[in-house]
């Protein structure tokens, strides 16, 4: 008979390189719910659908979602529901998430040609004063 694997917090913050603190965070906002153990139920014990959870968070974060968007999405799947209206819903904000991230660029590739534009502005500026500088005190 096969056992289902947990972890402990501090498993968890090991292997995702994560402080326990940022764990019990993602707890708060109902993205995790382990069971409690021990003494008062001091002890946390994560389920193996709190580290998939946790990864898939974790995940979303680098995709630039909100952790609402991100439990939003996380909680879909934990549903019993046909995947299309998840699947939609994924599509919907990583669509959003896109467009911005477009928008982020263009500013960032402006802001590039701006910079090249004076550094170019500089460096003639600099060879004038330069060449200025040695035909002057060749006289």
């Known amino acids: 008979m096969a056992t289902n ?5 501090s498993d968890l913050a ?39 959870r946790l990864k898939l968070t974790l995940r979303a974060k680098r995709l630039g979602l909100s952790l609402t968007e991100a439990k939003d999405i996380i909680d879909t799947y934990d549903s019993p529901r046909d995947t299309g209206p998840q699947l939609r819903k994924f599509l919907t904000v990583l669509a959003e998430h896109r467009r911005q991230l477009e928008e982020q660029m263009a500013d960032l590739l402006a802001n590039l040609d ?26």
Not at 32 to 43: H, K, S, Y
């Open 5 to 9: 694997p947990t972890y402990t917090i």
């Open 14 to 52: 090991r292997e995702f390189d994560l402080t326990t603190r940022a764990i019990r965070f993602y707890e708060d906002m109902g993205l995790l719910q382990p069971q409690r153990e021990g003494p008062g139920g001091r002890n946390r014990v994560y389920s193996a659908r709190d580290r998939t």
């Open 114 to 139: 701006e910079v090249k534009t004076h550094e170019k502005e500089a460096r003639a500026l600099l060879g004038k004063i330069e060449k200025g500088a040695r035909s002057g005190s060749a006289g």
